[in-house]
């Protein structure tokens, strides 16, 4: 039995020697002992890079937003990973709706809002994690009627 095995190694080899080395290209049937360190097939060259990029998914981020109380108003910048995007917002439960950057909301009333906003690059792809923030518009100051009389 052991006879057979060291006959059939060495008949893999001398047919590895002897034919030429495309034959074997890349195939698992190849003898591994006499690859490179690389793991290649001798006299073969490498196989190529691929083309492919494997590109950072699309991201939006919040920079800032103003708070200005006494107009109820919001101003919020952003800006995407990639440039040449366009962006749809949404305030509170609304629909996401074209947009651009600085954001102004006005007549906002007094509490709490959620506000998000999703990059579209040129491709039609959409940032499946928009950014989002919360504001707080406060309520309006009583104001105390003078009563001075003269």
Known sequence: ????????????????????????????????????????????????????????????SIDKSKVKPHKRAVTLTFHASEPGVTFQCKLDGGQFLAC??????????????RFAVAAVDNAGTVDDSPAETYLWIPKPKKTIPSSHEN
């Open 100 to 113: 651009r950057s600085p954001k102004t909301y006005g007549s906002l009333r007094p509490g709490r809002h």
């Open 1 to 60: 039995m052991r006879g057979s095995k060291l006959l059939g190694l060495i008949a893999i080899l001398l047919v590895g020697l002897l034919l030429p080395p495309a034959a074997f290209a890349y195939t698992p049937e190849f003898p591994p002992w006499i690859w490179d360190a690389a793991g290649h097939p001798p006299n073969v060259p490498p196989p190529q890079a691929s083309e492919e990029t494997s590109e950072a998914p699309l991201d939006t």
